[in-house]
């Protein structure tokens, strides 16, 4: 009989919320010309896992700009996450430019 982790407890409780987050994201995420290609990495710790959003950067853009792309892409999804009851999983999320 497999003994079920934390980590795979964990894993499997933020499936869905995962799915709802990614989809928007993604979707918010097009209005910026500066940003391409979306890459979810997980990195797992004892009981919990970071997920990272990556973005490719396009076009040659700024640091300031790309910094500004960010914490508009992390503003919008924490109200989306409070919103959308998926606070505890965008607690673990996080967005790379």
Known sequence: MKRKTR????????EPAKEIYTKEL?????KYDS???ISLKEVPDIDTMDYIYSFEK???TTLS???QIQM???DHMEEFSKANG????????????
Not at 26 to 30: I, P, Q, S
Request: no cysteine; charged share 25%.
């Open 7 to 14: 980590l795979s407890k964990f894993q499997k409780e933020m």
């Open 35 to 37: 940003i391409g290609k």
């Open 86 to 97: 998926i606070t505890k999983f965008y607690q673990n999320a996080r967005i790379w430019l």
């Open 65 to 67: 700009e790309l910094n």
């Open 58 to 60: 396009l076009n040659g």
């Open 72 to 74: 508009e892409l992390y």
């Open 26 to 30: 993604e979707n918010f995420a097009k």
